[in-house]
Every structure is written in C-alpha cells, then in structure tokens.
C-alpha cells in the first residue's frame, strides 16, 4: 500500500475543504476502498474518513412524505429500522441480505452504492483490463459464470455489485450530491454509468463530490414492495441473482410496477418488458410467471452463464407474487 494522509473532517464543509486537493477520496467503512487500496487498484493520496460524520448520519421524514437517509447509515441500520422494513421493505431486506452481520455494521449505504465492481479479472493487480484503462475485457471469453447476461456488448461484462442500488431502484429513490460549490438532486437511475458511456466508471459522481443523502418518495397507500436474493449456497455470499419489485396496487390490480434486476448486468437493470405486463393487471402466479418469461426475452448470456436465465425466471416470478402478498407456490 502506498503511503497516504489521513484526514478526518468534523463537517461536511471541512470535508469539501479535505477533498480539493487532487487525488483526495472519501472514505466511509472502508470494506471496499481499502480492499481495493490494498490491491493497488486504488491510491489516494489523502484518504478522507467520514465514518463518523454525524451530518451524514441520519433518518428523517416519515413514509406519508418521503423518508431521507444519510448515506452514513450501515446496512445493518438500514436493516433493522422500523419505517423502512415497514414501507419500503426491499431497501431493508437488500441490505440484511449483503455480506456478513460483521461487514453490515460497517459498511455503509454510501459506500455500497459506490463500491467497485467483484469481477474477479478487475480485482487483481495482475489483470489491466478495460475498466483499469487496458484494451481488453478478460472475462469476455474466459472466467464469466458471475458476470453479465444482459448490457454485455459493449467490452466489459461485470455485474453491478450493489443490494441496495437494486432495491433503491425500484422503490424510486432519488440522491443528493454536494460539492464545496453546488448541490444537485438525481434519480437513482441517473447516478449509474453503462460501460457503453464510460467503461472506466460506474457512477456520475466527480471527485470532489459526495453524496449526502437518500429520498425516498412517499408510500402511497397500496405500495408495496420486495427484494430477493438467490445465492449459490445458504451462508453468507455474493448474489448469482437478485431482484426488487415495487408494486402500487389497488384492490389487488397492479397500477404501478418496477421490477429491477442485479447479478445480472453493468448496472442495476429495470426489465420495463415485465413491467407493462403487470400494470393494469390483477397479479396472480400466472401473471408473474409471464412477466418474468418477458424479463428474461433479451437475455443474451455469455459462455459461462446461460443457467442464470432460469434462476432469474424464478426469481422475478416469486419476488412478484411475495411484493403482492401472494403464494408463488400456490
Ligand atoms: C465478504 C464480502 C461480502 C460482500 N457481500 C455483498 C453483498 O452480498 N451485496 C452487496 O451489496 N455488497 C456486498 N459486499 C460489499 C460491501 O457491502 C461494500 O463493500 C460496502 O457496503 C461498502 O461500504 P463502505 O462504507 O465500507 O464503503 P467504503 O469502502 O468506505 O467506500 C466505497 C466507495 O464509496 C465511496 N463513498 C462512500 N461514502 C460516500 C459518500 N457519502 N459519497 C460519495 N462517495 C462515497 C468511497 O469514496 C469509495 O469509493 C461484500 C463485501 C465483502 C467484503
Ligand atoms: S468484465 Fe470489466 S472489469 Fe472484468 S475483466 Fe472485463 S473489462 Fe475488466
């Protein structure tokens, strides 16, 4: 590891101050960044730890206008809050689902949105492929059973690693960045970045911003929402597949639908296919079980992982008819 400052703001203006000198970087937990420090994929020259920055620490509002979370809350916390697993239950259930309970008291919703990417060719130092500047994807045509069956046509093939980007996703999230100059408000599907736009990045974000916030929009009466995650074995590991569906329902007809997939490509993946289907429609299994089959229709799996394409049929169909209250076994 190369040597680095170590800088630890007691405001969020003194953060910004910490940043603007060159090759800065934000640290919260730590559990990626100094993974990635260690790899030598990542050398900051001032490490910034706002792990402790209580401005950033936060759960304000109420499910009738829109909950905010400060992005320095853990995934523990976010798991076990009350409002959460209440009205937006796919946020609490992707984050008690990520990593181990040691990791999740550690980690934080900032810096799980941000991680970088688990491909196995990106992780090692040995490896300079597309997304560390090099001119060649390895996993294209070697190791690709945990990357990407849909958006893998444009030189890189990895697999978004966020739970939670999934579930915020679906349940319509918006972020606030700041900056020492400015702040702005995006939609979460704005904040990801395709390797077709950037090979080399995996969110908007400039270097001398942070996030500061998660919004929630209101839950309206009828929403209803669930997360699902498919791993290869039962204790703690990366998802081969997840899905968040959030549904608007009345009277047991679906008026609004998002159905969002990860494992499953560069960036979290809405399936708009499946959601049409459902919209208007009382939800039943058969009803998700089509969805999930229009889902899966542009699917264009590499050499390696063409099984993922039934796991995520059964994964959607279910995580619908859990979103809707119903039994997928019935
Ligand atoms: C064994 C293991 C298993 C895991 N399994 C899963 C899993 O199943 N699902 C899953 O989703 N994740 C999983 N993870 C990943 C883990 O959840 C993330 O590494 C963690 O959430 C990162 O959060 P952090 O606070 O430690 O971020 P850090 O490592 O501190 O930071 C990560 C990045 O985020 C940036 N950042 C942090 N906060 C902000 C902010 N407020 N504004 C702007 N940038 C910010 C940092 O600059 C850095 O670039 C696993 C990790 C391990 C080690
Ligand atoms: S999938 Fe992306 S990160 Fe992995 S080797 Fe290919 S270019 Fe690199």
Not at 10 to 33: R, V
Not at 96 to 118: E, F, K, S, W, Y
Not at 184 to 211: G, H, M, W, Y
């Amino acid at each position: 590891m190369k040597p680095f400052e170590y800088a630890i703001p007691e405001t969020l203006q003194e953060t910004f101050d910490f940043l603007a000198a060159p090759q800065s970087e934000l640290k919260a937990g730590g559990i990626d960044l100094i993974d990635l420090m260690k790899e030598g994929l990542a050398q900051p020259r001032r490490l910034v730890n706002i792990r402790g920055l209580q401005e950033l620490h936060f759960v304000k509002g109420d499910a009738a206008t829109g909950l905010r979370l400060g992005p320095n809350l853990t995934l523990a916390e976010v798991a076990g809050h009350a409002a959460l697993r209440e009205s937006y239950r796919a946020l609490a259930q992707a984050a008690d689902a990520a990593a181990t309970p040691q990791i999740r008291h550690v980690a934080t919703l900032g810096g799980n949105l941000c991680q970088r990417p688990r491909c196995w060719y990106f992780r090692s130092s040995a490896f300079p492929c597309a997304r560390k500047g090099g001119d060649q994807c390895y996993a294209v045509d070697g190791e690709n059973q945990y990357h990407a069956i849909f958006g893998n046509d444009s030189g890189c093939v990895i697999v978004h690693p966020s739970a939670t980007a999934v579930a915020l996703m679906a349940l319509g999230a918006r972020l606030k960045i700041a900056s020492a100059k400015a702040e702005r408000e995006l939609a979460i599907d704005a904040f990801f970045v395709s390797p077709e736009t950037d090979i080399t990045r995996e969110n908007v974000l400039k270097p001398e911003e942070v996030i500061t916030e998660v919004m929630l929009p209101p839950a309206a009466r009828g929403f209803t929402s669930f997360y699902f995650k498919q791993k290869e074995k039962q204790a703690f590991d990366w998802p081969i597949a997840e899905v968040a569906v959030a549904l608007t329902l009345a009277g047991g007809v679906c008026k609004d639908a998002k159905v969002v997939l990860g494992a499953a490509a560069p960036i979290p993946w809405r399936v708009p296919r499946a959601e049409a289907l459902l919209k208007n429609q009382p939800i039943s299994v058969k009803l998700a079980k089509q969805a999930a089959q229009e889902a899966l229709k542009d699917a264009n799996p590499l050499s390696e992982n063409a099984y993922k394409v039934p796991v995520f049929k059964a994964a959607i169909y279910r995580t619908i008819c859990r979103a809707a209250g119903i039994d997928p076994f019935a």
